[in-house]
């Protein structure tokens, strides 16, 4: 569905993306890994048109989408749901959804109803705040406007950067909870997290990304199990370093 | 049976795509990780961010045997040593041992492409396999293992420390099914079971899955005969990962390499450039999943032809010939040249003689002189006319002079002698010509 190659891509003279390579295939949950700074976002904005390609081909169901606007990259189904959600704060819960249809409103009103029904199914509280304001939601709440948003436009291909950000680890729990559940109805989902484990326990493939490079692809449960990625990303020296720390404070127990 | 058909099946174009994946982060791991790799790329003038393509893989320096063999024990490791959970090691008959290094995913993969090589000969879970591959330091042994374990079959790892009687009274009791072994020792097998006193009626054998030394078909179907199997060629290397690197599947029209994991190139062994499309040229190798020990474009010295078309069995993978000759062992005598394996092919077409073949080049008055050392089988009985046996030699030097226009010293020694010296894969080739 989505492949790239040789991506690259970056903010003037800075290069971000030094020729990037990776495919979503219909109906995977792909995951990005990596560390801040490591070009995870700058690769989605590209995807999505909001950065400039300098080098490289993102061709997405047969289309070049180098050579394509950023506005009208929705409309070739690929949607993004953006770091920290982006909700209008000062618009309605209803009307940032219907935004996310915008493509579309003016000549598909039943259907957009019809999405707009799914969006309401899939996250019930936002039918109850549906005129609430979306700044007064929680940021549980916002993250489920901005992924509704998102669906609104009913893509193909879903990508979302950092949905965990600043949200409560119950909150994320339910986050990814719905995505795996996305994923399960057939969604094409790419994920860019930083929280590794939570992203890696839901995807079916991931890629480990530093420094503007690919330096690992490969099956979530294999990347799980490689020793770099728990060092790096998964926290398991911290861990260890926890345990190892256990003895002496039997000692001082047993010496009391 | 496709063992999994995601990738086996895959489109040629989806698998262009993860290949190119796979060898831009295995590049960007080794450039990071290995000093011998980090240097020759720096050396070379190797810019990574140009490795665009399959194609550009061209332009990358070649690995071979001896930058290995430099960097022993550990040095071409990619992981540090804590992150390795098995060693094995090439057997050095011919030099310096190469040691390689597993991780534990590199043990998932491997597993998973030993499966694919056993389930693609037809073998099940309801399969008794027999592996009668040294269990050491020898990636056949572990490597087969690993993979019959993974497919679910009930694995006998009778190893090769039982003599052939033993593996035969174990293959007869406990029903086994499937074969794993060389070739060679398929031949001893099949006579150790010819010699047992009382003839055993129907065998549930029914698959050999053959490798580590090269054979041919006329061997296939000789093997097949006596031991009453259908008999699959595989193929693997301890540098690149041991077996799995590609096998036979039921049509046996060539060996398909698990692509997902392993690039191969063919290239010209002299000229280094890549051979024509289908032309038989030197395997190259590069690693794209290997995370312990991987390698960029490996010359394994070993021959074959490449024919990426997809298979009346489903399978995408390309598929190579049999390797039934090296590069490195090509015999150059009076402007002919000839490979040992051919030689040793007429041996065993003569009947009577034992497969273990040693080749003498000497230089006698100025001329290039072929000398053949070969010895009866020790199950042949019609040593008594010195008749015979000039008989066999006749038929053996004709046989020589119009394949190859030389006339060969047919030498006959004892059994034991010539099985010593010879080793494990039957042949040896003294070239005492001054150079």
């Not at chain 1, 219907?98 to 029904?117: F, H, I, M």
Request: neutral net charge.
């Amino acid at each position: 569905m989505l492949r790239i190659r040789n991506l690259q891509a970056g903010y003037g003279k800075l290069r971000v993306l030094r020729g990037v390579s990776l495919h979503v295939r219909a109906g995977e949950l792909v995951t990005i890994i990596g560390a801040n700074g490591a070009g995870k976002t700058t690769l989605l904005h590209t995807v999505a048109g909001l950065v400039p390609a300098q080098g490289g081909e993102i061709e997405f169901d047969g289309t070049d989408l180098t050579r394509v606007a950023a506005h009208s990259i929705v409309g070739h189904g690929c949607a993004l749901v953006p770091e920290g959600r982006q909700v209008f704060a000062v618009m309605s819960v209803e009307e940032n959804l219907l935004l996310g249809a915008y493509t579309r409103l003016a000549r598909d009103r039943t259907g957009v109803r019809d999405t707009l029904e799914g969006v309401y199914r899939l996250f019930p509280v936002l039918r109850e705040r549906r005129r609430q304001y979306a700044g007064t939601l929680s940021g549980g709440e916002q993250q489920m406007v901005a992924i509704g948003r998102a669906r609104m436009a009913q893509p193909r291909l879903l990508m979302l950067d950092e949905p965990s950000m600043g949200l409560a680890p119950l909150v994320v729990k339910d986050i990814f909870k719905t995505l795996a559940g996305l994923h399960a109805a057939g969604v094409t989902i790419l994920l860019v997290e930083q929280n590794a484990r939570a992203a890696l326990a839901i995807a079916d493939r991931g890629y480990v990304m530093e420094t503007g490079a690919i330096l690992m692809e490969g099956a979530a449960r294999d990347l799980l199990n490689n020793n770099d990625v728990q060092r790096a990303y998964l926290g398991k020296d911290y861990q260890s370093i926890g345990e190892r720390t256990l003895p002496g404070a039997e000692t001082q127990r047993q010496t009391r | 049976m496709i063992y999994n058909r995601e990738y086996e099946t895959m489109t040629r174009s989806d698998l262009a795509q993860l290949q190119i994946e796979r060898l831009q982060t295995t590049l960007n791991r080794v450039y990071r990780h290995v000093a011998f790799y980090h240097e020759t790329f720096d050396r070379e003038g190797v810019d990574l961010e140009k490795v665009r393509s399959l194609d550009d893989l061209q332009r990358l320096p070649f690995t071979t045997k001896e930058d290995l063999r430099r960097s022993y024990p550990y040095g071409m490791f990619a992981v540090p040593l804590r992150d390795i959970v098995r060693l094995h090691a090439s057997s050095g008959t011919t030099g310096q041992p190469i040691v390689v290094g597993y991780t534990r995913n590199d043990l998932q993969h491997w597993s998973e492409v030993v499966a694919r090589t056993l389930s693609a000969a037809g073998v099940t879970e309801h399969d008794v396999v027999q592996i009668a591959f040294q269990y050491s330091l020898f990636t056949g042994g572990l490597g087969f293992h690993y993979g019959a374990e993974r497919l679910g079959a009930a694995v006998i790892p009778a190893s090769s420390h039982t003599n052939a009687t033993e593996q035969i009274l174990i293959m007869r009791d406990y029903k086994t099914s499937v074969l794993v072994t060389m070739p060679s020792h398929a031949l001893a097998l099949a006579a150790a079971r010819a010699a047992l006193p009382q003839q055993p009626g129907d065998w549930p054998l029914k698959i050999g899955i053959f490798g580590a030394e090269p054979w041919s078909e006329e061997l296939r179907r000789h093997i097949e005969e006596r031991l009453h199997l259908t008999a699959y060629d595989s193929y693997g290397l301890t540098e690149i990962i041991g077996p799995g690197i590609s096998g036979e599947c039921v049509h046996r029209n060539g060996l398909h390499v698990n692509e997902d994991h392993f690039i191969v190139e063919v290239i010209n062994p002299l000229t280094l450039a890549p051979a024509a499309a289908g032309a038989a040229g030197e395997l190259v190798f590069t690693t794209i999943t290997k995370e312990g020990f991987p390698l960029v474009r490996y010359r394994t010295g070993d021959v074959a032809a490449l024919n990426p078309a997809p298979c009346a069995c489903g399978r995408t993978l390309a598929r190579m010939s049999r390797v039934a000759r090296r590069t490195d062992d090509l015999i150059s005598i009076r402007g002919r040249k000839l490979f040992p394996t051919q030689l040793q092919e007429m041996v065993r077409a003569s009947g009577g003689l034992a497969p273990q073949v040693r080749v003498v080049l000497s230089r006698v008055a100025e001329e290039d002189a072929l000398e053949i050392q070969v010895a009866f089988a020790e199950d042949f009985g019609g040593l008594d006319e010195v008749r015979q046996v000039e008989q066999i030699r006749q038929a053996l030097t004709q046989r020589i002079e119009q394949a190859f226009g030389l006339t060969p010293r047919i030498v006959f020694l004892e059994y034991s002698t010539l099985h010593q010296s010879c080793g494990a894969k039957n042949l040896r080739v003294v070239d005492n010509r001054p150079s």
